[in-house]
């Protein structure tokens, strides 16, 4: 008898025990969704604004009657306006893309035409940091299945961090290719590379590396955070292999089209 009531009180404990970790799941998925209501409110009050600035500083750079101190300050504040418009654009598309509701129309996208494109946009840095990128595509056209802003956005975002993760005279390399039922992306360079420790919390959002030659770069910490959620979102998966000092490879798999 002694024991029967001994094994109730731990059923009851372990029962009140499970009761109190789903009340906490509950707390933390409801606090989830208050912090992504809260930056996508916080992001689009700022969205307007920062639009009016934005239109108000271009007609001033386009003044005559500026001295060149002016025109200094000008400058400087239209890029200071870019840079906190690149911060709320990925605010927003972050909430964006990390909203369950929000619902994909998936098409069949051309990975090697989207990575020409997103390489066209980065040619004058490519040019200025006189790196070498090689690109190796396959000749029939190759195309995942999802929605093309955000899988040309998952593309930019790693092309562009290889771009300016990797020092002056280095190499970026770009291949596309199909394995079986999945696309391949895979994405390499000859940069700062990642430390294990980092690696843990690379797809945190605002997550900078601790590498100083990394933090000293302009960056948001979202880039990646904003790529894992549209790889989830397209039942994809993503992988970084990297050693530091050496460079990072990132390889996404995306569902093929067709
Ligand atoms: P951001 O580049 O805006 O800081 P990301 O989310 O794109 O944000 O990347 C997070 C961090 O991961 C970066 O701050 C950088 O330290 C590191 N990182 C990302 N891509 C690379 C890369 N190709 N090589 C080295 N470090 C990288």
Redesign the pocket.
Known sequence: ALDIGHDLGRVILNARTFQREHELVVELQALDTYKSQLISTISHELKNPLTSVRGYLELLEGSTTLGAEEQRAVQAMGRGTDRLGRVVDDLLLMSKVGDPHHRIIPVAVDLARVVGEVLDLLSVTVSTKQLAVSTDLPDAPVAALGDETEIDRLVA?LVS??V??TPVGRAVAVKVDRDGDHVVLEVS?Q????SEA?QEH?FEEF???T?PA?TSLP???????IVKRIVERHDGAIDVRSTLGKG?TFTVRLPVAG
């Open positions: 975002n961090n290889a300016k993760y360079d940069g700062l590379g990642i980092d690379l997550f900078r590396s590498n990394a960056g948001t910490g979202l880039g990646l955070a990072s």
